[in-house]
């Protein structure tokens, strides 16, 4: 073997692995080549040693040494894959020495792929077309030409089309394609008849222009082969051949206006690469793997090819289209200039990593191969270790900002493209009721039937978006006029149009959804009130709970939330609930993963929670429907809580303050709402909640002060006399109650500042309106005003031979969020101290009455419901028990979880009925929470629908069947009843005078 031969061979084995075919092929056959040259005395007229310039000229020379078939294949062989190592090691040569003297990488890297591309086509051509010669008889050798459809530079494999002249000639053509496939498998690089797999016999290697024409004048067909064939170059063959598929099969797709019979085909193909491009853009990168022609090329050359075909050009490689377009689309050429260095990196990656690394498309990162592999190919392309950070983090970092930067150029210049589709639609014409252009028909009959029928040429197509834009404009006057088409056919043809628009939608799943969410949008504007139920109901029933179905549809979410939210809604419960089980299933795409497990979650909440918390769920996400994004992120949520926070302190204007508090209102319930379904502690939700109503009352009191000072011009100073107390709930610090138990109070009689105030308080209500709570003003009834003054409030409670049990118990519970300390105190010392601390042996004795008369008196619950808060033993009887405990301890603690933690240290030796009661009391209070949440707000536990709450419970009681809940809430209430009773018996009697207590008999009357 010649030296020069070894030590290409000796290189050539740092290459990839795929090229030690190569190199077995020349080190078996190099000699008997190089014995056939010299005996013909030819063979100075081969380059064996150096890279050919003429491949065919050289091939033809070779040809002629061999005695035998054989012989001829050897040779033939043993060249192509000598010429084949030596132009991938020249070409790296090549770009390692530009790179080291041209600072521009980006341009050498343009060249290198532009050079490489060139060589390999022309060094493959010749080859097959010197096989082409041995196997073709020469008398009856058909016309065809050879069309390569894919990427130049590809050398795992060449994709190409054939193209005849007609059935004349095929079966010699097809057996030397069919040999010439096998050869080249076996020896160099194997053929992928790509297009052949589409069109005419699948038996045949080949088809002719009729064949292509007749396949692709019914329907749209794979956009992705229409791509290749629109990039298709000429190999070999017939040059006229290749300009008549040009001009009768690829031509179509452009855009020419002159000639408007083709106008569909270019719709059909722009349909289909638009939404190609979109769910590229869409696709979310893997955090494990890196693949160059998913994350961008094919992205990248979906963009370029609509591009193409819209500006009617013939270029097929991708450098020569964006120069191209740069020329004739200058509005937009800075993109074009943006898209190309994308283009350039990863393609010249994914070429070196298939010659160095391997022939693959995925790269997995944590493979412990990989960073050797990419450490090869960061070096080759010219990138160098810095301190800390190797070639390959630059190499990485790089690659990442290729991909960003070419899904925001792709995504800029889709809007341009979807214009020119809206321009050019057929359907615009069919929508708008205008003439048509089709031989004898003048108007367009039934709208449904013609949509319909056109819509059968874009079968598989994805991209609809323009088209709902056009039934929406004028008010939804275009959708309305369809469906009323729709709904007047006879029920055998009506039946056959839906299933037709079923089919049509099961293809573009977002089309399917925005015309679904229209037609509820007009439904009371369509004849037909049916209409809506049976569409929405017939998609849904053709989900056939797949996968694929499954990985859509999460996808779908993940970049358009609020249409999957919207439609979900639109679904009953029992459809809500079988969605749910669909696609909770095992997915192969782990990256979609947190966006299938965030639609489930969204699913749940849409089925499995009642009319209060989606009240306030769809104001929350209808005006924010990108939080939909975090709604199982509780650390997001609450930043943007704390967000919406600042927007309403740093709010211009008294108007925009105003909408920012109520914007601020909806999203914290909601946020505390969320936090209670996934199981938090009841007591950190009361304290979130309390938070978040107490900045709300006194940010609402501040604004709504302003406006009345700047609406009257006027500074009356209330001197720290007004003070806005909470009561009931909302003053023990408690969560979800759906009213404002309120106590406005003015330690003055001044008439000026009592009309001030009451301006503030009437502003302040019609502002807590709007968040959907209910105010109720305690005292109101008795002052008649909002306001209620320390004057008044004593005249009330000294009023002779009245109770006011019941006011004593308001203003024991009463939490001021408005006011000052100096007033907080006064209140104490002019209410709190007289009325009830100096007192509390009557008031003490009042409410044990109130709590055994109830017990008495009170219905026992039916098998169908249980009353959480008046029950014996519910909510009410341990919250007048810590009512009791608060008058007779004198505690100031509001919050009911907090106050049983002190009385156990004011009490320890009976510290362990306290906790116990404080088990007790926590595991209803979060029953109650649930209830609200996911059944509905009324204080009723509707038995039959109890196990709803225990799918959402994680309780800290060891004790507790969350399978037979209801009966634990009874059990629970039960022991609730006995441990008030001892504690009153232990702790209350013996703290009060026994004289002044009477007490026995209600004790006795209870059973």
């Given at each position: 073997?010649?030296?020069?031969?070894?030590?290409?061979?000796?290189?050539?084995?740092?290459?990839?692995?795929?090229?030690?075919?190569?190199?077995?092929?020349?080190?078996?056959?190099?000699?008997?080549?190089?014995?056939?040259?010299?005996?013909?005395?030819?063979?100075?007229?081969?380059?064996?040693w150096a890279s050919a310039r003429d491949y065919k000229k050289e091939m033809d020379t070779i040809a002629t040494v061999g005695s035998s078939l054989e012989e001829?294949?050897?040779?033939?062989?043993?060249?192509?894959?000598?010429?084949?190592?030596?132009?991938?090691?020249?070409?790296?040569?090549?770009?390692?020495?530009?790179?080291?003297?041209?600072?521009?990488?980006?341009?050498?890297?343009?060249?290198?792929?532009?050079?490489?591309?060139?060589?390999?086509?022309?060094?493959?051509?010749a080859y097959m077309e010197q096989l082409l010669d041995l196997y073709l008889p020469e008398e009856k050798s058909p016309e065809f030409v050879f069309l390569g459809?894919?990427?130049?530079?590809?050398?795992?494999?060449?994709?190409?089309?054939?193209?005849?002249?007609?059935?004349?000639?095929?079966?010699?053509?097809?057996?030397?394609?069919?040999?010439?496939?096998?050869?080249?498998?076996?020896?160099?690089?194997?053929?992928?008849?790509?297009?052949?797999?589409?069109?005419?016999?699948?038996?045949?290697?080949?088809?002719?222009?009729?064949?292509?024409?007749?396949?692709?004048?019914?329907?749209?067909?794979?956009?992705?082969?229409?791509?290749?064939?629109?990039?298709?170059?000429?190999?070999?063959?017939?040059?006229?051949?290749?300009?008549?598929?040009?001009?009768?099969?690829?031509?179509?797709?452009?855009?020419?206006?002159?000639?408007?019979?083709?106008?569909?085909?270019?719709?059909?193909?722009?349909?289909?690469?638009?939404?190609?491009?979109?769910?590229?853009?869409?696709?979310?990168?893997?955090?494990?793997?890196?693949?160059?022609?998913?994350?961008?090329?094919?992205?990248?050359?979906?963009?370029?090819?609509?591009?193409?075909?819209?500006?009617?050009?013939?270029?097929?490689?991708?450098?020569?289209?964006?120069?191209?377009?740069?020329?004739?689309?200058?509005?937009?050429?800075?993109?074009?200039?943006?898209?190309?260095?994308?283009?350039?990196?990863?393609?010249?990656?994914?070429?070196?990593?298939?010659?160095?690394?391997?022939?693959?498309?995925?790269?997995?990162?944590?493979?412990p191969a990989v960073s050797n592999n990419l450490a090869m190919v960061a070096e080759t392309m010219g990138y160098k270790a810095i301190g800390a950070a190797s070639?390959?983090?630059?190499?990485?970092?790089?690659?990442?900002?290729?991909?960003?930067?070419?899904?925001?150029?792709?995504?800029?210049?889709?809007?341009?493209?979807?214009?020119?589709?809206?321009?050019?639609?057929?359907?615009?014409?069919?929508?708008?009721?205008?003439?048509?252009?089709?031989?004898?028909?003048?108007?367009?009959?039934?709208?449904?039937?013609?949509?319909?029928?056109?819509?059968?040429?874009?079968?598989?197509?994805?991209?609809?978006?323009?088209?709902?834009?056009?039934?929406?404009?004028?008010?939804?006057?275009?959708?309305?006029?369809?469906?009323?088409?729709?709904?007047?056919?006879?029920?055998?043809?009506?039946?056959?149009?839906?299933?037709?628009?079923?089919?049509?939608?099961?293809?573009?799943?977002?089309?399917?959804?925005?015309?679904?969410?229209?037609?509820?949008?007009?439904?009371?504007?369509?004849?037909?009130?049916?209409?809506?139920?049976?569409?929405?109901?017939?998609?849904?029933?053709?989900?056939?709970?797949?996968?694929?179905?499954?990985?859509?549809?999460?996808?779908?979410?993940?970049?358009?939330?609020?249409?999957?939210?919207?439609?979900?809604?639109?679904?009953?419960?029992?459809?809500?609930?079988?969605?749910?089980?669909?696609?909770?299933?095992?997915?192969?795409?782990?990256?979609?993963?947190?966006?299938?497990?965030?639609?489930?979650?969204?699913?749940?909440?849409?089925?499995?929670?009642?009319?209060?918390?989606?009240?306030?769920?769809?104001?929350?996400?209808?005006?924010?429907?990108?939080?939909?994004?975090?709604?199982?992120?509780?650390?997001?949520?609450?930043?943007?809580?704390?967000?919406?926070?600042?927007?309403?302190?740093?709010?211009?204007?008294?108007?925009?303050?105003?909408?920012?508090?109520?914007?601020?209102?909806?999203?914290?319930?909601?946020?505390?709402?969320?936090?209670?379904?996934?199981?938090?502690?009841?007591?950190?939700?009361?304290?979130?909640?309390?938070?978040?109503?107490?900045?709300?009352?006194?940010?609402?009191?501040?604004?709504?002060?302003?406006?009345?000072?700047?609406?009257?011009?006027?500074?009356?100073?209330?001197?720290?006399?007004?003070?806005?107390?909470?009561?009931?709930?909302?003053?023990?610090?408690?969560?979800?109650?759906?009213?404002?138990?309120?106590?406005?109070?003015?330690?003055?009689?001044?008439?000026?500042?009592?009309?001030?105030?009451?301006?503030?308080?009437?502003?302040?209500?019609?502002?807590?309106?709007?968040?959907?709570?209910?105010?109720?003003?305690?005292?109101?009834?008795?002052?008649?005003?909002?306001?209620?003054?320390?004057?008044?409030?004593?005249?009330?409670?000294?009023?002779?031979?009245?109770?006011?049990?019941?006011?004593?118990?308001?203003?024991?519970?009463?939490?001021?969020?408005?006011?000052?300390?100096?007033?907080?105190?006064?209140?104490?010392?002019?209410?709190?101290?007289?009325?009830?601390?100096?007192?509390?042996?009557?008031?003490?004795?009042?409410?044990?009455?109130?709590?055994?008369?109830?017990?008495?008196?009170?219905?026992?619950?039916?098998?169908?419901?249980?009353?959480?808060?008046?029950?014996?033993?519910?909510?009410?009887?341990?919250?007048?028990?810590?009512?009791?405990?608060?008058?007779?301890?004198?505690?100031?603690?509001?919050?009911?979880?907090?106050?049983?933690?002190?009385?156990?240290?004011?009490?320890?030796?009976?510290?362990?009925?306290?906790?116990?009661?404080?088990?007790?009391?926590?595991?209803?209070?979060?029953?109650?929470?649930?209830?609200?949440?996911?059944?509905?707000?009324?204080?009723?536990?509707?038995?039959?629908?109890?196990?709803?709450?225990?799918?959402?419970?994680?309780?800290?009681?060891?004790?507790?069947?969350?399978?037979?809940?209801?009966?634990?809430?009874?059990?629970?209430?039960?022991?609730?009843?006995?441990?008030?009773?001892?504690?009153?018996?232990?702790?209350?009697?013996?703290?009060?005078?026994?004289?002044?207590?009477?007490?026995?008999?209600?004790?006795?009357?209870?059973?």
């Amino acid at each position: 073997m010649d030296i020069y031969i070894e030590r290409i061979l000796r290189r050539a084995r740092f290459l990839g692995n795929h090229h030690r075919k190569y190199i077995f092929f020349v080190e078996t056959h190099i000699d008997k080549l190089m014995a056939r040259l010299e005996q013909a005395m030819i063979i100075d007229q081969v380059h064996l040693w150096a890279s050919a310039r003429d491949y065919k000229k050289e091939m033809d020379t070779i040809a002629t040494v061999g005695s035998s078939l054989e012989e001829k294949q050897n040779d033939l062989a043993c060249y192509f894959a000598l010429q084949f190592l030596q132009m991938n090691l020249s070409a790296i040569d090549i770009l390692m020495l530009d790179l080291t003297t041209n600072p521009n990488r980006y341009a050498v890297y343009k060249q290198f792929m532009l050079r490489v591309g060139h060589d390999f086509r022309r060094l493959t051509a010749a080859y097959m077309e010197q096989l082409l010669d041995l196997y073709l008889p020469e008398e009856k050798s058909p016309e065809f030409v050879f069309l390569g459809v894919g990427t130049r530079s590809d050398q795992d494999d060449i994709d190409i089309g054939v193209v005849d002249s007609g059935a004349e000639g095929r079966e010699v053509l097809n057996k030397a394609v069919s040999r010439m496939n096998r050869e080249m498998f076996k020896r160099a690089i194997s053929l992928h008849f790509h297009l052949s797999e589409h069109v005419g016999s699948p038996s045949s290697f080949s088809a002719s222009i009729d064949e292509y024409c007749q396949l692709l004048e019914n329907e749209i067909h794979d956009f992705v082969i229409i791509t290749e064939m629109l990039g298709a170059a000429k190999i070999l063959g017939s040059r006229k051949l290749f300009n008549e598929f040009h001009r009768r099969v690829t031509l179509r797709y452009n855009y020419i206006p002159q000639d408007s019979s083709l106008s569909k085909y270019h719709e059909g193909y722009l349909r289909g690469i638009i939404g190609e491009a979109r769910s590229f853009v869409l696709r979310e990168l893997s955090r494990d793997r890196i693949s160059p022609k998913g994350d961008g090329l094919r992205m990248i050359k979906a963009g370029l090819y609509a591009a193409k075909t819209i500006f009617n050009l013939r270029q097929v490689n991708s450098w020569a289209i964006i120069q191209s377009l740069k020329r004739n689309d200058k509005k937009r050429a800075a993109y074009y200039d943006q898209i190309e260095a994308p283009l350039t990196f990863l393609e010249i990656f994914r070429y070196l990593y298939q010659m160095l690394i391997a022939q693959e498309e995925e790269i997995y990162l944590n493979h412990p191969a990989v960073s050797n592999n990419l450490a090869m190919v960061a070096e080759t392309m010219g990138y160098k270790a810095i301190g800390a950070a190797s070639a390959t983090d630059f190499l990485l970092t790089d690659y990442y900002k290729s991909v960003r930067q070419a899904k925001e150029t792709v995504k800029t210049l889709l809007p341009a493209t979807i214009t020119h589709l809206s321009h050019v639609t057929i359907f615009g014409k069919i929508l708008r009721h205008k003439k048509v252009t089709e031989a004898g028909e003048k108007r367009i009959g039934n709208l449904a039937k013609r949509f319909l029928k056109e819509a059968r040429f874009f079968k598989g197509t994805k991209f609809w978006d323009d088209i709902i834009d056009v039934l929406e404009r004028k008010d939804g006057r275009i959708l309305i006029r369809l469906a009323n088409h729709m709904s007047i056919l006879r029920d055998a043809e009506k039946e056959r149009v839906i299933g037709e628009l079923i089919e049509w939608g099961r293809n573009s799943f977002i089309g399917m959804f925005q015309f679904i969410a229209l037609l509820y949008k007009y439904k009371n504007r369509i004849p037909d009130p049916n209409l809506f139920a049976l569409i929405n109901e017939r998609f849904f029933n053709s989900y056939r709970g797949t996968s694929e179905e499954a990985q859509r549809m999460s996808i779908v979410f993940r970049h358009y939330p609020k249409l999957i939210h919207d439609y979900i809604s639109l679904l009953s419960d029992v459809q809500q609930r079988k969605l749910y089980k669909w696609l909770n299933k095992r997915f192969s795409d782990r990256e979609l993963l947190p966006a299938r497990n965030r639609l489930l979650y969204l699913i749940k909440l849409h089925y499995g929670t009642s009319r209060y918390f989606k009240r306030v769920m769809n104001r929350v996400l209808g005006k924010h429907p990108d939080y939909l994004e975090y709604l199982d992120d509780p650390h997001r949520l609450s930043l943007i809580g704390k967000g919406h926070l600042a927007e309403v302190e740093r709010a211009q204007n008294i108007k925009q303050k105003l909408q920012n508090l109520v914007i601020y209102y909806d999203f914290e319930f909601f946020r505390d709402c969320l936090s209670a379904l996934s199981d938090t502690p009841p007591q950190t939700i009361a304290m979130e909640f309390t938070e978040f109503t107490d900045t709300y009352l006194r940010m609402l009191f501040d604004t709504c002060k302003q406006e009345i000072d700047d609406r009257y011009e006027t500074h009356i100073k209330t001197k720290d006399l007004l003070g806005i107390f909470v009561t009931g709930g909302h003053g023990h610090m408690l969560a979800f109650d759906d009213d404002y138990d309120l106590i406005i109070l003015l330690n003055s009689s001044d008439s000026e500042i009592l009309d001030y105030a009451t301006k503030i308080i009437s502003r302040m209500h019609t502002e807590i309106v709007k968040c959907g709570i209910i105010p109720h003003y305690r005292l109101s009834d008795y002052s008649g005003s909002y306001i209620c003054t320390f004057l008044q409030l004593r005249q009330l409670l000294n009023s002779p031979g009245v109770d006011r049990f019941v006011d004593k118990s308001q203003l024991l519970g009463a939490r001021m969020v408005v006011g000052s300390t100096v007033l907080q105190q006064e209140f104490v010392n002019t209410f709190i101290q007289p009325y009830i601390y100096d007192d509390r042996k009557n008031y003490i004795q009042e409410l044990v009455h109130d709590i055994y008369e109830r017990h008495r008196s009170f219905e026992k619950d039916t098998p169908e419901f249980i009353n959480l808060k008046e029950g014996p033993g519910g909510l009410r009887d341990i919250e007048m028990f810590l009512l009791i405990c608060r008058a007779l301890f004198k505690v100031s603690e509001h919050s009911n979880y907090k106050l049983f933690i002190q009385l156990s240290t004011l009490v320890p030796e009976f510290a362990h009925s306290f906790q116990m009661f404080y088990r007790h009391y926590e595991f209803l209070r979060k029953i109650r929470d649930l209830n609200r949440l996911i059944l509905s707000a009324g204080d009723y536990i509707n038995v039959p629908y109890v196990e709803m709450l225990s799918q959402n419970m994680i309780t800290a009681s060891p004790d507790l069947d969350r399978h037979n809940l209801a009966q634990d809430i009874r059990n629970t209430m039960a022991k609730v009843v006995i441990e008030i009773r001892s504690l009153i018996d232990k702790v209350v009697i013996p703290a009060i005078s026994e004289e002044s207590f009477v007490y026995t008999n209600f004790h006795m009357q209870h059973p």
